[in-house]
């Protein structure tokens, strides 16, 4: 679960410019529906209950990147949330 927590913090910063934004926000969708799948077949094959914390990381993944395919006021807002938060 590092190596994907590294993939998202080092996507945060490009999720701030606008234009760029789009396709981090594209591939930021596509690892969280990714790590969503991978979670649900480790939990069930292997009856870990870790998993639920890379489902609920996939989630948030596709959520952050929904938000940053949304041209300036999603780059706004995300910065704010990791600014803030």
């Avoid at 590092?2 to 591939?27: E, K, M, W």
């Avoid at 780059?75 to 704010?80: E, P, S």
């Amino acid at each position: 679960m590092h190596c994907c927590c590294s993939i998202d913090t080092a996507l945060n910063y490009p999720g701030y410019v606008p234009a760029l934004s789009s396709i981090t926000g594209l591939f930021r969708m596509v690892l969280g529906v990714v790590e969503m799948v991978v979670g649900a077949i480790f939990s069930t094959l292997c009856c870990q209950s870790y998993e639920v914390a890379r489902i609920m990381n996939g989630c948030l993944n596709v959520i952050r990147g929904a938000v940053e395919t949304v041209p300036i006021l999603g780059n706004v807002a995300l910065l704010a949330y990791d600014f803030f938060c």
